[in-house]
């Protein structure tokens, strides 16, 4: 039962520079979703996807940009990482939107800019 | 004001006693109300969900919602040191083009054995 696998689980960038965060889930959920948690913090909807091809932004897109071309995977990927996007990530998915909704969250990303 | 308002502890309860959680909003056409609990440096798992007012019990988890006053609270009975952790209060946010779960900033608790 793999659920909602991500990786890399830590990653340390120098600032300038660029990478993907994979995640991959294999419940055949319809929506995903890409949170960000500072420390201390709540956690910030970034991006989320109703589809495979269907994807649109959440609360903090600025920085980020998502690609959803089958159902199983939704990969974010960081362009120029600043120190501001230092925190941890967290990929979810969910059968639907519904009042019945509950989130499946991966394991999380530790990112790291310096 | 925060969409989603928590106190953010931490919250420390003996071991045995009721730990008391509480969650405000600000929408008032929030209809889904949810409560998150976070151990240290893993990921969320949902616990509890509720849409109506009053009370919805599971187990030694109790959550009340009252729309009027626009607070949710989460009970633990019989706390366990198992249970510390993180509370996050999550709402669906009614307004906007993009009904999302907001989230709030979370109350840390800690039950002394």
């Known amino acids: 039962n793999a659920g909602v696998t991500q990786t890399p689980k830590f990653r340390i960038l120098k600032i300038g520079q660029s990478m993907t965060l994979q995640c991959t889930q294999d419940?055949?959920?319809?929506?995903m979703y890409w949170y960000r948690q500072d420390p201390g913090m709540g956690l910030k909807l970034i991006y989320y996807?109703?589809?495979?091809?269907?994807?649109d932004k959440g609360e903090v897109p600025n920085g980020y940009n998502v690609s959803r071309s089958t159902t199983e995977d939704f990969p974010l990927r960081l362009e120029l990482a600043a120190p501001s996007q230092t925190s941890v990530y967290f990929c979810?998915?969910?059968?639907?939107?519904?009042?019945?909704?509950?989130?499946?969250f991966g394991s999380g990303t530790q990112l790291s800019v310096l | 004001q925060k969409e989603v308002e928590q106190n953010s502890g931490p919250l420390s309860v003996p071991e045995g006693a009721i730990a008391s959680l509480n969650c405000t909003y600000s929408?008032?056409?929030?209809?889904?109300f949810f409560w998150y609990r976070q151990y240290s440096g893993k990921s969320p798992e949902l616990i509890m969900s509720i849409y109506s007012n009053g009370d919805k019990e599971d187990g030694r988890f109790t959550a009340q919602l009252n729309k009027a006053s626009q607070y949710v609270s989460l009970l633990i009975r019989d706390s366990q040191p198992s249970d510390s952790a993180t509370y996050l209060c999550?709402?669906?946010?009614?307004?906007?083009?993009?009904?999302?779960?907001?989230f709030g900033s979370g109350t840390q608790l800690t039950v002394l054995p």
């Open positions: 999550a709402v669906r946010i009614s307004s906007g083009s993009a009904r999302q779960l907001t």
């Open positions: 996807s109703v589809g495979a091809g269907i994807t």
């Open positions: 979810a998915s969910s059968y639907s939107r519904g009042r019945g909704e509950k989130l499946f």
């Open positions: 419940m055949n959920h319809n929506y």
């Open positions: 929408d008032r056409g929030s209809q889904s």
